[in-house]
T-cell receptor
Framework: DAGVTQSPTHLIKTRGQHVTLRCSPI?????VSWYQQVLGQGPQFIFQ???????GRGNFPDRFSARQFPNYSSELNVNALLLGDSALYLC???????????FGDGTRLSIL | QKEVEQNSGPLSVPEGAIASLNCTYS??????FFWYRQYSGKSPELIMF????GDKEDGRFTAQLNKASQYVSLLIRDSQPSDSATYLC????????????FGRGTSLIVHP
């Protein structure tokens, strides 16, 4: 079975641009979460979705938004990119919200 | 502010030894605890989860939970150079929110 898939794997943008990151969960998983990880730190929670509803939002500005589709895939959107948004963006899925999460390979975003 | 603390390391152990990784958490009511392994440049990989006080063993890995003392540990027996990675501790808080808080991880180096 396929694991969590994320696209693209790498992305280079300039300040002020917009980016959309995509995630397909493991088949049967209904919950998707997004994290940002910078070097030397653990993943920082951005959003959690379950059955297309937002279940939680981390301490990130309104430039960050997300949604979950009927097939449980998800998008993370970031507007007005800043240099500080450079990071590894991770998507994780789980069967239900209380279940252990499994991560995709991530999208490495670089802002120039 | 719910916190998860890990010694950043590096923890250096010889091949064949037992590696002991520790994690403390601030939310006394936390219910679910996870250990992830993250190789350099890769995404986190779930290796263990534990919900009840005591030990849980899976192959060379043992997770230990002590809710009274608010710590969870991961033991790796017969450590191999391939175990060299950063180990992330994650804790689900109380209050019905299944959004794990991650520690910053402990770097483990297993030398031949």
């Amino acid at each position: 079975d396929a694991g969590v898939t994320q696209s693209p794997t790498h992305l280079i943008k300039t300040r002020g641009q917009h980016v959309t990151l995509r995630c397909s969960p493991i088949s049967g998983h209904k919950s998707v979460s997004w994290y940002q990880q910078v070097l030397g730190q653990g993943p920082q929670f951005i959003f959690q979705y379950y059955e297309k509803e937002e279940r939680g939002r981390g301490n990130f500005p309104d430039r960050f938004s997300a949604r979950q589709f009927p097939n449980y895939s998800s998008e993370l959107n970031v507007n007005a990119l800043l240099l500080g948004d450079s990071a590894l963006y991770l998507c994780a899925s789980s069967l239900e919200v209380a279940e252990p999460q499994h991560f995709g390979d991530g999208t490495r975003l670089s802002i120039l | 502010q719910k916190e998860v603390e890990q010694n950043s390391g590096p923890l250096s152990v010889p091949e064949g030894a037992i590696a002991s990784l520790n994690c403390t958490y601030s939310d006394r009511g936390s219910q679910s605890f996870f250990w992830y392994r993250q190789y350099s440049g890769k995404s986190p990989e779930l290796i263990m989860f534990i919900y009840s006080n005591g030990d849980k063993e899976d192959g060379r890995f043992t997770a230990q939970l002590n809710k009274a003392s608010q710590y969870v540990s991961l033991l790796i027996r017969d450590s191999q150079p391939s175990d060299s990675a950063t180990y992330l501790c994650a804790v689900n808080p109380t209050g019905g929110s299944y959004i794990p808080t991650f520690g910053r991880g402990t770097s483990l180096i297993v030398h031949p």
